[in-house]
């Protein structure tokens, strides 16, 4: 028995080490880019800050990796949350976006917060300036209902609602 668990030590030991040579491609260092949120919608210097710190490691294309995304299989894990993070919202493309789709992020947004999904409590954990307090929520979350009341002022609401069945 003594021998079977150190053979299968050995062999974990050799798979960690190998998986170590398979790294996915990382979201980081790209510019925001002509389709960033700013460029067609108002972003204060406050909510940009707040956007940068708790939004857009996952919801952008400018992921700072902490240290423990060289080792694997935690890359992976980051890289899957990642991008799921942007296939639900990004904030690097939300200017291609239609105007529905941007007026639904923005409820989105408004609801993530209100309700504590957002941030994800397993990211605050690493990253505590990204627990928002109940201020830093409310400049969010006032800043996503004020563009969605922009947006009703240039387009017509029923076109930025999805028809109900």
Not at 63 to 91: C, M, R, S
Not at 94 to 113: C, D, G, L, N, T
């Amino acid at each position: 028995m003594k021998k079977f668990f150190k053979r299968f030590g050995l062999v974990l030991l050799a798979v960690l080490v190998i998986i170590q040579f398979f790294r996915p491609e990382r979201n980081a260092g790209k510019s925001p880019g002509e389709k960033n949120i700013a460029t067609v919608f108002p972003v204060s210097p406050e909510v940009n800050t707040l956007l940068k710190t708790a939004c857009y490691d996952c919801h952008s294309a400018s992921t700072v990796y902490p240290w423990y995304a060289n080792i694997q299989p935690v890359a992976w894990w980051l890289n899957h949350h990642v991008e799921e993070g942007k296939g639900e919202l990004d904030f690097d493309a939300f200017a291609a976006y239609s105007p529905r789709r941007q007026f639904h992020k923005f409820e989105e947004i408004v609801e993530m917060i209100n309700e504590g999904e957002m941030p994800l409590s397993s990211y605050t954990i690493i990253h505590g300036d990204a627990d928002l307090d109940e201020a830093q929520r409310k400049v969010l979350v006032n800043w996503a209902e004020a563009m969605m009341d922009t947006m009703k002022v240039h387009y017509p609401e029923d076109s930025l609602k999805r028809p109900r069945r």
